[in-house]
């Protein structure tokens, strides 16, 4: 199950979970659209995996199964 992490990792910026802009990799780290092309060339920084669109999990399946709330910042 995936967590759905609530930002982006380098900017911070909220990605809530029907973000069209999250980007992620199969570890599941977390990027915003914008970092992932522009910083990271669609590159994960941690795992040297490919950063792809974060699927958006349907309205009712979140009451069941909630995102994440944890906020991960990378280190720089």
Same mark, same amino acid.
């Given at each position: 199950?995936?967590?759905? @992490?609530? !930002?982006?990792?380098?900017?911070?910026?909220?990605?809530? *979970?029907a973000s069209h802009q %999250? @980007?992620? $990799?199969?570890?599941? $780290?977390?990027? $915003? %659209?914008?970092? %992932? %092309? !522009?910083?990271?060339n669609n590159t994960? *920084? !941690?795992?040297?995996g490919e950063l792809t669109a974060r699927p958006i999990r349907p309205p009712h399946r979140l009451k069941l199964h909630p995102a994440s709330t944890r906020r991960i910042i990378a280190k720089r």
């Open positions: 199950m995936l967590e759905l @992490r609530p !930002n982006c990792e380098l900017c911070d910026c909220d990605l809530p *979970p %999250a @980007r992620i $990799c199969s570890y599941e $780290c977390t990027f $915003c %659209a914008d970092c %992932a %092309a !522009n910083e990271l994960c *920084p !941690n795992c040297g």
